[in-house]
């Protein structure tokens, strides 16, 4: 026969790929539009609150063991030690669970989380010297990964972020590392074959957080209570003050946050379990204690953001939400302002989930590390 036309699954019409794309969940969506080409430009993409919230991520690297018999005696011994990653994505609008395995997370450090990335690093050791690390961008949702070139003098102390989403041409990796009295700061864009690294003179602690806000990179550091700025353009490097304070109130936990309008936050824990949040003017460079968080929520991880309360999370307007293991807790909720007993969040689900599904290392503990990652924006 002749002038037969065969259909083809990338010549669905229009209304169809709509129809099925609009039953899937939001993983699916993204599965579901990576087919081809034609199925990513002809669907649109569903706007719902997975789109805007952070989902959580737990994961952990998996020992497996092998045993064999040797010698005329029959004793057991180790054949050898092969670990993997295992990790879940648990989308809190849904109440659903992803369930993953992915060899990449495997001895990485997970620096920062932002835009549905991750940003990871792993050491490279030389000898005496001081090891240096390949960086590495990864996306759970699809699995993609970019690797960065490799960054000389960093240590485990070495603390990273970025300015926006790696498929950006604007995206700006920023790796700070103190040793030595001096502190080095890395910057690389995406395409660039080495890093470029600069030094200041100073001692000023631990680096506690990082935080990228209004073109600015910041630094927290612990002990002096310092906060630094670094503007990359002009190389310029800046000392700032801290709101801490000095009533034997000391400051245990410290984080810098992104806020959805801008500005930068940080929040501070004190000894005696109070919790304060306060704003950096960038013009004045002056702190202002904000005393309540209205209609946002606060989440804390290795990338901490404000961001509005929406859809069904407004009703837990001005809350903080912690993923981590202070207070030997996986999420720590509470009312900020006092205006009643603390809820649980929505969030918490994801903690029940966890302890059904727990995975021993080999001393028969559990080992989950927990962050917040926003979910993949649809293109």
């Known amino acids: 026969m002749t002038g037969v036309i065969k259909d083809s699954w990338c010549d669905l019409p229009t209304d169809v790929l709509n129809a099925i794309s609009e039953r899937l969940l939001y993983v699916e969506q993204i599965h579901f539009r990576s087919v081809c080409k034609s199925w990513r430009s002809n669907t649109n993409p569903l706007k719902h609150a997975a789109d805007k919230l952070p989902w959580v991520m737990s994961f952990k690297e998996i020992y497996h063991v092998y045993r064999f018999d040797i010698g005329v005696t029959g004793s057991n011994g180790l054949s050898g030690v092969v670990n993997s ?73 070495s603390k990273a972020t970025f300015s926006t989403a790696p498929t950006s041409p604007d995206c700006l990796i920023f790796v700070l590392t103190a040793y030595d009295k001096k502190h080095y700061v890395s910057t690389c864009r995406l395409g660039d074959n080495r890093w470029r690294t600069v030094s200041f003179d100073g001692e000023y602690g631990k680096i506690d957080s990082v935080a990228f806000v209004g073109g600015v990179f ?14 990359v353009d002009q190389k310029e490097w800046k ?73 069904e999370a407004s009703e837990l307007a001005s809350t903080i939400h912690e993923a981590g293991h202070r207070l030997n807790s996986f999420i720590f909720g509470i009312r900020f302002s006092d205006c009643g007993t603390p809820r649980i969040p929505l969030w918490q689900q994801s903690y029940e989930d966890s302890k059904r599904t727990k995975i021993h290392d080999r001393n028969g503990n559990e080992d989950w590390k927990k962050i917040w990652i926003q979910p993949l924006k649809q293109t």
């Not at 997970?110 to 090891?131: C, E, F, T």
């Not at 927290?220 to 630094?228: E, G, I, N, V, W």
């Open 85 to 157: 990653s295992l990790f879940y994505l648990y989308d809190p609008s849904q109440k659903r669970k992803y369930t993953l395995q992915n060899e990449i997370l495997n001895g990485a450090n997970v620096h920062a989380s932002k835009h549905g990335w991750l940003l990871l690093s792993k050491k490279k050791y030389a000898g005496k010297r001081m090891p240096s690390s390949f960086f590495i961008f990864y996306t759970p949702f699809t699995h993609k990964i970019i690797q960065l070139p490799e960054l000389h003098k960093t240590n485990g102390y």
């Open 218 to 231: 910041y630094c927290l550091f612990s002990y002096k209570h310092m906060m630094a700025s670094f503007k």
């Open 239 to 311: 000392i700032h003050s801290h709101p801490w304070t000095r009533n034997g109130n000391l400051v245990v936990d410290q984080h810098l946050v992104e806020s959805h309008d801008g500005n930068l936050l940080v929040s501070c824990l004190y000894l005696d379990h109070s919790q304060k949040i306060f704003r950096y003017d960038q013009l004045d460079m002056k702190w202002f204690n904000i005393e309540n968080l209205g209609n946002t929520l606060l989440f804390l991880g290795v990338t901490s953001m404000l961001l509005p309360a929406i859809e």
